[in-house]
């Protein structure tokens, strides 16, 4: 299972060991749980996350990634489920006999010390030899593209400057783990975007597993192998990025990552599953609707770009066709999204690709369109 | 979250903004007036009074100017220095000087080591503790320095509270001799300069990021080297400042070893006490103050500038 050689990337090279039965997580955690108080901030938590992998906590903030973040570092003691490493029982030992690592979010560099001694404190923990710590530390401080600011204080440098060298330091010890507490949060747009890249190269390059804490859905589709999408203590769902956009399995996560127009309603027994919805305005058909009963309540969930905007009356009967007026229009650049005001009430949102130049653009303001899609483009959700 | 403590608090919410509105020449003039008149002024007095010579008259010290005298000189000055003269010549005084120093820093090294660890456990306290807490340290100053000296002679004599207690549970069965000695002396300076370190010390531990703790036990560190590695040097201006504050008043401290210091404790707050008021010989006291002054001044200055220096050096 040599997946994690330096210069290659467990995903993407479509190594997937989470659907393979028999490949063993580096990190394995079990029903754990913590709760502050009255507070519950991590809930009966289920985990595994595989050698190499690039793996994003996603979640609102206060839903308990940082509470699960510093379980795993061994700053919080779990009330109950364990932790496991590579084999190892982590639950109960102490963070400094941990082979993980922990980039703060606040980063946490100690500011009476040099920036290379800052990198080189871990590395003397262990009683390497001065000069193995003093090439070491020149090749942390090469990765991260800061090789001359070794000598300067913390305070000489800038957030992004400083990001790096907090990324150098929990780097250099080779952990077989390495946490990243919302590493890019402090950075401003434009750092944080290409930091995302920079991230992902180094990760490659070190080939040491990723476990990334960020409340930016942007950042994990960019960045995660895979991602948990966590709700209040509680993992929603696990799965990759474009799983988790194209097959959402609850309201919360199709809601929480990007846009979506969500139809209650009821499904109609028959041949093709089909979905009676008053809040539509017309009947819905599914691509398959396995394991589901007649009667049954779900929720069909449609993303902006899916629909089809036309001006054309469809067919009367038509299913899988909305009817409304323009309410909005955004323009966005490369796409405009419309606000649209069905007949039903109820507003939904589409979104096209300026394909066309913005002065021959055909749909404005108040005009009665037809939104159409296709029964593969719309995912039904039960909960 | 809401991090200030209520000392800061008490200067950032009331004490700045009062400050800001006074003009920027009246701000920076009123520490210079405050230091002309209260230092400066009676340091040129005590001065010019340690070059005098004592007489039986008052004041007790002859003038040093004179304005046309009999030799005809409209204006003249007599500089006596044998009272500096004496403080060399006569051992007692350097010995006195020598054993306040050594009290002072023993005492200031003490006082460091007590203080630490409770400055330490305040800081960490839950966030609701804190403010009880100073209270706490702070409330000491509440009675009269004098009675909480007298407090201790009650406890530490022979048939005290100590020895009583020492002797009820069958640890000794003679009473120990502590009182007029100079353990005595040192208690009752930690005692009483003990909230002079915390506070400076509970000032900046609290200050402290946390996450820097963490982060070293990440980097593998064990938490008492953390304490060591991070911690201690962390709270330098507060070791440092709080060590001022009870170093340079305990070197002139006269009350303490004169409550519960022997014969032999030697203190030159003590020897200017009695230069001053049994001896009545103004001149030798004032030329043991400005001495006492210097010897102090000097290496704080010098200290301070080393600050500064390497302040300019990491900058
Ligand atoms: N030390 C603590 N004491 C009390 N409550 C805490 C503590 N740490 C976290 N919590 C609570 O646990 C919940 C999860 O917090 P956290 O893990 O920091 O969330 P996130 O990192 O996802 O924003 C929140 O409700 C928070 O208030
Ligand atoms: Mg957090």
């Known amino acids: 299972m040599a997946i994690s050689t330096p210069g290659s990337s467990a995903a993407r090279r479509g190594y997937e060991p989470w659907d393979d039965p028999n490949a063993t997580p580096i990190l394995k955690i079990a029903a754990l749980s913590k709760s502050f108080g009255p507070v519950v901030a991590v809930d009966r938590v289920d985990l595994n996350i595989f050698k190499g992998e690039f793996f994003a906590l996603l979640g609102p903030s206060g839903c308990g990634k940082t509470t699960l973040l510093r379980m795993l570092a061994g700053f919080d003691r779990p009330d109950s489920g364990s932790i496991m490493l590579d084999g190892a029982d982590m639950t109960a030992v102490p963070p400094y006999r941990r082979p993980v690592n922990m980039m703060f979010q606040s980063y946490a560099l100690f500011p009476h010390m040099s920036v290379e001694r800052n990198i080189a404190f871990g590395l003397k923990q262990e009683g390497l030899p001065a000069r193995e710590i003093k090439a070491r530390v020149a090749e942390a401080l090469a990765l991260v593209q800061l090789p001359d600011h070794g000598k300067r204080k913390p305070h000489q440098l800038s957030g992004g400057q400083r990001q790096r060298i907090a990324l150098a330091r929990s780097l250099v010890k080779r952990p077989k783990v390495l946490l990243l507490d919302e590493p890019l949060a402090a950075l401003d747009r434009k750092l944080r975007e290409e930091t995302q890249f920079e991230l992902i190269n180094i990760q ?180 | 979250m809401n991090n200030l403590s209520p000392l800061s608090e008490l200067t950032e919410r009331w004490l700045r903004p009062a400050v800001e509105r006074v003009p920027r020449g009246l701000a920076i003039g009123i520490p210079y007036a405050w230091l002309l008149i209260f230092f400066l002024a009676p340091f040129a007095i005590v001065l010019k009074i340690s070059f005098a010579e004592p007489q039986l008259a008052m004041p007790p010290y002859t003038s040093i100017f004179e304005f046309l005298n009999e030799a005809g000189d409209y204006f003249s000055v007599e500089l006596n220095l044998g009272n500096y003269l004496l403080l060399i010549e006569d051992d007692l005084y350097w010995r006195a000087y020598l054993n306040s120093l050594k009290i002072a820093a023993i005492s200031t090294a003490l006082a460091l080591l007590l203080g630490f660890p409770m400055a330490y456990a305040m800081a960490r306290a839950p966030e609701r503790w804190r403010g009880p807490l100073v209270m706490m340290m702070i409330l000491p100053f ?49 005692y009483s300069y003990l909230p002079f370190m915390v506070l400076p010390l509970y000032a900046t531990l609290e200050k402290m990021d946390e996450s820097l703790l963490e982060a070293a036990a990440d980097l593998g560190c064990r938490p008492f080297k953390a304490l060591w590695k991070i911690t201690v040097p962390l709270a330098r201006p507060g070791i440092i400042a709080g060590s001022c504050l009870v170093f340079i008043p305990v070197v002139g401290e006269v009350v303490i070893p004169d409550l519960l210091g022997g014969s032999e404790t030697l203190m030159i707050g003590r020897t200017l006490w009695s230069e001053f008021f049994t001896n009545r010989d103004w001149p030798v006291a004032s030329a043991v103050a400005i001495v006492l002054l210097l010897l102090l001044v000097v290496p704080i200055a010098l200290f301070q500038r080393h600050l500064l220096v390497r302040a300019e050096a990491t900058r």
């Open chain 2, 142 to 190: 509440w009675t009269s320095f004098l009675i909480r000296v007298y407090a201790w002679i009650g406890i530490l004599k022979g048939e005290g509270l100590l020895n009583g207690f020492l002797q009820w549970l069958g640890l000794i069965d003679q009473p120990l001799a502590i009182l007029n000695t100079d353990i005595a002396v040192y208690i009752g300076i930690v």
């Open chain 1, 204 to 383: 490659e390059k070190v080939g040491i597993t990723f476990v990334i804490v960020t409340h930016d859905q942007d950042e994990a589709m960019t960045m995660a192998s895979r991602i948990a999408v966590m709700d209040r203590g509680r993992i929603a769902q696990i799965a990759t990025p474009g799983e988790i956009y194209e097959q959402p399995n609850s309201r919360y996560v199709a809601d929480f990552i990007g846009k979506v127009n969500l139809f209650e309603g009821n499904l109609v027994g028959g041949e093709t599953p089909l979905v009676r919805s008053a809040e539509a305005g017309c009947d819905i058909v599914l691509a398959d609707a396995p394991g589901l009963r007649a009667g049954q309540r779900l929720w069909v969930a449609v993303r902006p770009e899916k629909f089809e905007i036309s001006r054309e009356p469809p067919p009367p009967g038509s299913t899988n066709c909305l009817s409304g007026v323009v309410w909005d229009i955004g323009y966005l650049g490369d796409v405009s999204t419309y606000r649209i005001k069905l007949d039903t009430g109820k507003m939904v949102v589409a979104a096209e690709a300026n394909r066309v130049r913005r002065t021959e653009r055909t749909i404005t303001w108040e005009d009665r369109v037809y939104l159409r899609w296709t029964p593969r483009a719309a995912v039904a959700l039960l909960n």
